[in-house]
């Protein structure tokens, strides 16, 4: 089969496309003839050997996919030609991928396998980190960063389906856009966007900030807050990883939350079922559709790599393996 490898770790450029022996699916496991797969932030910081988890060179990347059952063990309520999104962590950059039942997730017929392979990592992300870390209620007001990106979208999309208002923080015009299509009911420029809202909630602040930002706004978003408001730390895109004057958190009893899903579920794989079982009715109607912002063949991994790397994705950003 065909797979994109990580050849040595200098970066998205290190990447090439090699003719690589089919996976071997350990016992208990399915296979999955894989249609798309979705380009995540931790894929370019594996390049750099920058992310937690470091395998040595050559390795295929790729954690998320859509595609279908090729084969599948008995119990696990799977079936070959089963359309499926699913979480193989790695080598997901490839024809074919081996992955746990658990990670394995039916995919509702409205959606393509290139819109599918947007849903896994960032959809259970932000799920994590709003319902579960944030505890956003019904009517609360949402600040997202980055919110033109793979995260920002799939959480304004979220906040949205969960009854919040969400104002939306990016860096130009044409990013407000891609926003507004997610869902956003108002945008923000990123330069200034203290002030801006300030105005919209009446001075005010947001309830819930989600930051996978972070850099030099970690600041202005803690004193965006409204009082018991909450700021999700999801990552580090800007580079520098902020520290925070804890004496801040006392003046509105506001709170710094770590939003760390895979630390979350590693340790109990069944919360992703879980997850997936509460997301999929707002798939089924739409209310959770991912944007894609490019897509690239298996030869253009590079490019995919470079475009996240330069923080100039607007979307989510896909690599089509087999036509849908």
């Keep these: 089969m065909r797979a994109v490898q990580v050849v040595s770790l200098d970066g998205p450029g290190a990447v090439r496309v090699a003719d690589t022996g089919d996976p071997r699916p350990a016992p208990g496991q399915v296979l999955v003839d894989v249609h798309a797969a979705g380009v995540t932030y931790p894929d370019v910081l594996l390049t750099r050997g920058q992310y937690q988890l470091r ?4 390795f295929v990347p790729g954690s998320e996919v859509a595609g279908t059952v090729r084969s599948a063990p008995e119990g696990s309520g799977l079936a070959p ?25 039916p995919l509702p017929e409205r959606l393509s396998f290139t819109a599918g392979a947007g849903v896994p990592m960032n959809y259970l992300t932000v799920h994590f980190a709003l319902a579960r870390r944030g505890r956003l209620r019904a009517g609360e007001t949402v600040l997202v960063h ?15 389906a969960l009854g919040a208002r969400v104002i939306a923080v990016v860096s ?5 856009e891609v926003a507004r299509r997610a869902g956003a009911h108002e945008t923000v420029l990123a330069e200034g966007f203290r002030q801006s ?3 919209l909630t009446g001075g005010r602040g947001a309830d819930v900030v989600l930051d996978p930002v972070g850099g030099d706004r970690f600041t ?18 800007g580079g520098e990883i902020p520290t925070v004057k804890v004496n801040r ?45 490019s897509v690239h063949p298996l030869e253009g991994a590079a490019d995919a790599l470079r475009e996240l790397d330069g923080r100039g994705a607007a979307g989510k950003v896909v690599l089509r393996v087999r036509e849908d």
């Design 146 to 160: 980055g919110a033109a990106g793979g995260v920002g979208t799939a959480a304004v999309q979220l906040a949205r």
């Design 197 to 199: 809202v300030a105005e």
């Design 81 to 105: 030609g089963d359309r499926v999104a699913a979480f193989p962590g790695f080598g997901g950059f490839a024809e074919r991928v081996a992955a746990d039942p658990s990670v394995v997730f």
């Design 249 to 293: 958190l006392l003046l509105n009893n506001i709170e710094v939350v770590g939003v760390g899903w895979g630390a979350f579920w590693l340790p109990r794989p069944e919360y992703l079922r879980e997850q997936w079982e509460e997301i999929l009715p707002h798939l089924e109607s739409g209310a959770l559709d991912p944007l894609v912002g």
């Design 220 to 237: 202005d978003s803690l004193r965006s807050l409204a009082p018991e408001g909450r700021l999700l730390v999801v990552g580090f895109t």
């Design 55 to 58: 395998p040595e060179p050559p």
């Design 172 to 176: 130009t015009e044409a990013k407000a």
